[in-house]
């Protein structure tokens, strides 16, 4: 492991991604690598306006296309400021969501159909697709108590697209085994139903073995 790998972490509401982003980051700066930890939509100032307007719901009469256009146009900065740099200076860089979430979201749930998907995908990311990207895959009822539980027992309310119903969700994780099976080499699926430690595990295991 002498240079850093984009690592992107993938699935549905509450499956345990950002944990995770943040136990892999501490485990490789313990081992003296250099670690940036973004998210999507976000990671610049620019990114989390776009975030902040997407996920209220301001951006749902744009519709699935409209959305897909935002998310692909913050991607784009994204790689541009940050994701991009911190490579070339060979550091690790871990990304909560990317673009396998506009394929799943606005693509198989929303209905933005392939071709569109992929177009867009290839104006914004180009040729820097993740290294490595890990699927947590749950049943979407267990991710969506485990979002509702850690926004205080419902006392925030579900975001634009935690608001969907359970057909939606339920898209959502097929669309992401899809995403594994076509492409197994950037792919791997982990339980995201066992504990956090276990799922740590697998995800180190799975860095170390490359
Ligand atoms: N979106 C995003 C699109 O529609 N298109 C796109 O192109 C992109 C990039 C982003 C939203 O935008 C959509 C998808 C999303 O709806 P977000 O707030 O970043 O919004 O939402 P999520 O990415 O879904 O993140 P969440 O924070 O909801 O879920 P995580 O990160 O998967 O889960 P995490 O780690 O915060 O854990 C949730 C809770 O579960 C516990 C944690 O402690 C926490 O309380 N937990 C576990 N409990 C039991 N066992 C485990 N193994 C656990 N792991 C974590």
Redesign the pocket.
């Known amino acids: 492991m002498t240079t850093g790998k984009f690592i992107t972490f993938e699935?549905g509401?509450?499956?345990?991604?950002?944990?995770?982003v943040k136990l892999l980051a501490e485990r490789l700066r313990d081992a003296a690598y250099k670690v940036v930890e973004t998210?999507?939509?976000g990671g610049t100032r620019r990114g989390e306006e776009i975030r902040e307007f997407?996920?209220s719901g301001e951006a749902k009469n744009f519709g699935p296309m409209g959305?897909a256009v935002l998310?692909s146009a913050a991607r784009a900065h994204h790689l541009n400021e940050v994701i991009r740099p911190a490579l070339e200076r060979g550091d690790w860089v871990l990304c909560?969501?990317?673009?396998d979430?506009?394929a799943a979201?606005?693509g198989a749930a929303g209905g933005v159909k392939p071709g569109l998907i992929r177009a867009l995908e290839r104006v914004a990311v180009d040729r820097n697709m993740p290294d490595m990207t890990f699927i947590?895959d749950l049943p979407p009822e267990v991710g969506l108590k485990?979002?509702a539980?850690?926004n205080g027992g419902g006392g925030e309310r579900p975001?634009r697209?935690?608001a969907m119903d359970l057909h939606f969700h339920e898209a959502l994780r097929a669309a992401f085994l899809r995403i594994a099976e076509e492409q197994p080499r950037r792919c791997i699926i982990l339980d995201?139903l066992?504990?956090?430690s276990a799922?740590a595990e697998d995800v180190w295991e799975a860095i170390v073995t490359g």
């Open positions: 699935g509401e509450g499956a345990g991604k950002s944990t995770q998210r999507e939509p997407l996920l959305e998310f909560d969501r990317f673009s979430s506009t979201y606005q947590l485990r979002t539980q850690r975001d697209f935690e995201a066992q504990a956090e799922v």
